[in-house]
């Protein structure tokens, strides 16, 4: 209902030049609301489809609509019954017994648990918080771009999903482990939770800029937002998702670049008063700082990795298709338009700064790293050499930029800036995340990519460029959806009832002993145990969770040392169910001689490792 009725209220795009079907004058005017109608429709069934059966009950079971959410589901409502459960803030890491604090950017994790203390169930938390995210992006995507930014998100894809016209079947073809650009509503909206927040709350601000910066003529005191609003989305992204922070963050920076004096004062006050919440909030999901730094010099992004190694046109153009050309048509029609400007000065300059500060902090980098070696101090004199240099220029001949530039230099400024960062640099453990910073350089671009470059060409050119750009996407994304119609298995839901009864009376900070996995009945009741999923701990960055996996195996396998074990993790409680006695059946059980027997059923007992052994076994349903 919701894109049906932005749909009625605004039916063509937003009228200003960024927008194309605006701009068709032609004969068949009367029929430009019918994109924005077809893809408002689509977009509803993804949403439906996606959200209604994110997770679902049938039968005994839980069940899921995307194997590709197994684990990521998990996680998140791991999350939200940690929270609801009234931990203290901020609780200390749920997966990992040495993490003193949730390492992780979990807002919308938090707002649910908001709602499931207000009574709402949390399935039904789950659907509307996807909806209502839904119809923020569809409108965001509107709003920044029109129709053509809604395909671009809905249908991102390259050259995998041609393989349709062979086989004629309506299958994920991007879903496959040697494709790195898959389908991001399915495979990043969906799973990862946070951008239900950071995808329209960001395309929000860009579009807040857009027309605060370059299209409200001179008084530019105010926006499309109040001040306090896009401080508040901006400041509060952190806790969301660092990744679109970090992308916000350039935009800003380019902005303060190509802008007037009048553009950066106000990029100043936004930043500066955003500084002190938004560090607070990276403190807060970064372990206090003692997260270690994930940040590498990685050229190439994916390209050279395992199941996505290919030789680089290859990659390049397999994995986004037509794309890649009509960005660098673009990017170079962008620059001859600034060079016939000549206002090349200040992006010159600030290209130089980028250079020499990179290549100060890599070669620091790499020595706190790997030791000394000459080699990188002398790219470090050389970096000092150039900035003096420039420093000297600047002083003499100024930095020329009293005048801002065209909004899409701007912005193709912006998204280059990006994706240079995407693709130097490696942002997480997994290089494949290195794509939650680097979908913003492809966001950004979708406008301009429209209205400067396909919307200049003949109709059937254009349709024939829309065809070769969606295809694949279109047919990936229906492909998923229509994956599973039964749905995937992801918990017993009498198993996981009983447990959160067995365990309700038990500490919050408690700690147990159980089966390193993302469903495990503990954690989908918001319970800490020593380990989770080992694929989790890799991604937030704990490099010796394989030494504590081994101390875990030795405890419940029942190791001569094994109360010594269980001090050393912490643990309160261990777990004996249906994981433990498939994984651990060669266990030897020497607890059950000597401690209490806390609760038990079906589902398996929980032994208390603190309090004297019990005559009278507590028994539960």
Request: charged share 15%.
């Amino acid at each position: 209902m919701g894109f049906a009725l932005l749909a009625y209220l605004r039916t063509t795009d937003p009228k200003t030049q960024a927008d194309a079907l605006d701009r068709d004058k032609s004969k068949t005017s009367k029929y430009r609301n019918l994109p924005i109608w077809i893809l408002a429709g689509l977009f509803a069934i993804f949403a439906v489809r996606s959200f209604c059966w994110l997770l679902f009950v049938d039968g005994t079971e839980l069940k899921i609509q995307s194997p590709v959410n197994l684990g990521d589901l998990g996680l998140h409502i791991t999350h939200i019954s940690l929270f609801a459960n009234g931990v203290r803030l901020w609780p200390s890491n749920p997966i990992y017994v040495f993490s003193h604090h949730l390492r992780y950017p979990a807002g919308i994790d938090l707002f649910n648990a908001l709602l499931l203390n207000v009574d709402v169930d949390l399935i039904r938390g789950l659907v509307w918080v996807g909806l209502v995210s839904s119809v923020a992006t569809f409108y965001a995507f509107y709003r920044w771009g029109g129709g053509f930014a809604v395909a671009g998100f809905l249908f991102n894809g390259g050259l995998a999903g041609f393989q349709f016209l062979r086989d004629f079947k309506f299958v994920d073809y991007q879903d496959v482990n040697n494709i790195a650009w898959k389908s991001i509503p399915l495979t990043m909206f969906v799973t990862q939770r946070g951008f239900l927040y950071a995808i329209p709350a960001g395309l929000i601000l860009l579009w807040h800029w857009r027309e605060k910066y370059f299209r409200a003529g001179q008084d530019r005191q105010s926006g499309p937002l109040p001040f306090w609003v896009e401080l508040s989305l901006y400041a509060s992204m952190p806790l969301f998702h660092l990744h679109t922070f970090m992308a916000l963050s350039i935009v800003l920076v380019c902005l303060f670049v190509a802008g007037d004096p009048q553009i950066r004062g106000h990029i100043l006050t936004l930043v500066l008063s955003a500084l002190i919440p938004a560090t607070f909030f990276v403190w807060l999901i970064s372990d206090h700082f003692l997260a270690g730094s994930v940040l590498e010099f990685h050229p190439g992004w994916a390209q050279n990795e395992d199941e996505f190694r290919m030789s680089f046109f290859r990659f390049w153009f397999f994995n986004f298709g037509i794309l890649v050309p009509l960005v660098l048509t673009l990017i170079g029609l962008i620059a001859w338009q600034l060079y016939q400007s000549h206002q090349t000065r200040r992006l010159e300059l600030s290209a130089t700064i980028a250079i020499g500060l990179g290549a100060f902090v890599l070669s620091v980098w790499r020595i706190g790293k790997h030791g000394f070696a000459w080699s990188w101090v002398i790219v470090i004199l050389f970096a000092f050499i150039l900035l003096a240099w420039l420093a000297a220029r600047i002083a003499k001949s100024g930095f020329g930029w009293e005048k801002k530039l065209p909004e899409e230099i701007a912005f193709i400024f912006a998204a280059t800036a990006i994706f240079i960062f995407f693709f130097s640099i490696k942002t997480a453990p997994w290089i494949w995340d290195n794509l939650k910073i680097g979908i913003w350089a492809y966001f950004i671009v979708l406008p301009f990519l429209w209205r400067q470059l396909i919307m200049q060409w003949e109709l059937p050119i254009r349709v024939a460029v829309c065809f070769a750009l969606f295809t694949s996407g279109f047919v990936s994304l229906f492909g998923g959806l229509a994956a599973g119609k039964g749905g995937f298995g992801f918990a017993n839901r009498g198993e996981v009832d009983a447990v959160n009864f067995a365990v309700r009376k038990m500490p919050l900070e408690a700690r147990f002993a159980a089966w390193p996995t993302y469903n495990h009945p503990l954690l989908l009741n918001g319970r800490k145990v020593v380990m989770g999923y080992p694929g989790h701990l890799w991604t937030q960055g704990f490099d010796d969770y394989g030494k504590t996996n081994e101390q875990l195996t030795k405890l419940m396998q029942g190791a001569p040392n094994w109360a010594d074990l269980a001090r050393t993790l912490h643990v309160r409680y261990i777990f004996w169910g249906r994981e433990e006695k498939t994984n651990y059946a060669s266990s030897t059980h020497p607890w059950e001689k000597t401690a209490t027997l806390a609760a038990s059923g079906t589902w398996g007992t929980i032994y208390d490792l603190e309090s004297a052994r019990s005559q009278v076994p507590a028994a539960t349903q």
